[in-house]
């Protein structure tokens, strides 16, 4: 699985004849979005690559769901088990 996000970038490269320069014909680069040690960065991803890493990607963020889901479970359990016995607020 991979942390982060697929997208799509679109840019011009600078040189002044490319047919990028008029701000309307861009380069396209599918890059893999992430954030490390607060902060955002990109990695070029090949053609070939893209439909693996998004794949990765899927599957980080419904395992990231599933475990937020069993520790908002844990954490009810703890709360109402608190509330019966009469302790907590
Ligand atoms: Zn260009």
Avoid: P, W
Avoid at 22 to 28: R, V
């Amino acid at each position: 699985m991979i942390r982060g996000s697929v997208v799509v970038q679109r840019r011009r490269c600078g040189k002044a004849n490319c047919q990028c320069a008029d701000g309307e014909a861009l380069h396209e680069a599918t890059v893999l979005s992430y954030s490390q040690s607060g902060r955002n960065r990109t990695v070029m991803l090949a053609a070939a690559q893209v439909a693996s890493v998004r794949e990765a990607v899927a599957r980080y963020r419904a395992a990231q769901a599933k475990l937020e889901e069993a520790g908002n479970a844990g954490l009810a359990a703890l709360l109402a088990a608190q509330a019966a016995s009469g302790r907590g607020r």
